[in-house]
């Protein structure tokens, strides 16, 4: 059953605007992971952040996490032409199963 | 230098018949997986080998069978193909269940 769902589907933005997407999970988990996928391409990972740890920077990418809330945000500053692809949480959950769950996924489009 | 190869790219074959794609990764990693994404991009996990040993086993039909013949390679045979296994199947890998994966490009399966 899907875990996570991401939003807004699809968000466009001009170049230099920031782009936060959202994401919301249902049960507990041990971590959450953002992967990028460009147009015909495969998946490649951002960021991975552990159910104890709050917030994480890489670049220009900044990733929260509220578990309380159960919920996710990518945050993408300064975004560029090169940043439009579809952007996917995925979450690993506690006890049982240990496979990875992607939500449906945001197609963020920067214009130039 | 890839680090997670698959063959072939692209696969176009006629329903009924059997196929196999292969999957290798050069990574050192234990855990491997088949994924297969559909039409709305939606990414399902299907298998996941860690050390040539099945760990999960999604509601997959038995007309798909995985094989691992050492913990660098995880081949997926599909059997009596119809069209509703055309999808882009993505082979992964990571150090263990709870590290990042690594994909592969993917191949785009067309049964006609």
């Known amino acids: 059953s899907q875990q996570g769902e991401e939003d807004p589907q699809a968000l466009s933005i001009q170049e230099g605007e920031n782009a936060t997407m959202n994401c919301s999970y249902k049960?507990?988990?041990?971590?959450l992971q953002w992967y990028r996928q460009n147009s015909g391409r495969g998946l490649v990972h951002l960021i991975l952040?552990?159910?104890?740890?709050r917030e994480k920077h890489s670049g220009r990418l900044r990733v929260t996490l509220d578990t309380s809330k159960k919920s996710s945000s990518l945050l993408i500053t300064a975004s560029r032409a090169a940043d439009t692809a579809s952007y996917f949480c995925a979450t690993q959950t506690q006890g049982g199963s240990e496979k990875l769950v992607f939500g449906k996924g945001t197609k963020l489009t920067v214009n130039p | 230098d890839t680090a997670v190869s698959q063959t072939p790219k692209y696969l176009v074959t006629q329903m009924g018949n059997d196929k196999s794609i292969k999957c290798e990764q050069n990574?050192?990693?234990?855990?491997m997986y088949w994924y297969k994404q559909d039409s709305k991009k939606f990414l399902k996990i299907m298998f996941s080998?860690?050390?040539?040993?099945?760990?999960i086993n999604e509601t997959v039909p038995n007309r798909f069978s995985p094989k691992s013949p050492d913990k660098a390679h995880l081949n997926l045979h599909i059997n009596s193909l119809e069209l509703g296994d055309s999808a882009v199947y993505f082979c992964a890998s990571s150090l263990s269940h709870q590290e990042t994966q690594y994909f592969g490009p993917g191949t785009r399966l067309l049964v006609l």
């Open positions: 952040i552990r159910s104890n740890e």
């Open positions: 990574l050192g990693h234990d855990t």
């Open positions: 049960t507990s988990i041990n971590n």
């Open positions: 080998y860690n050390n040539k040993e099945l760990i």
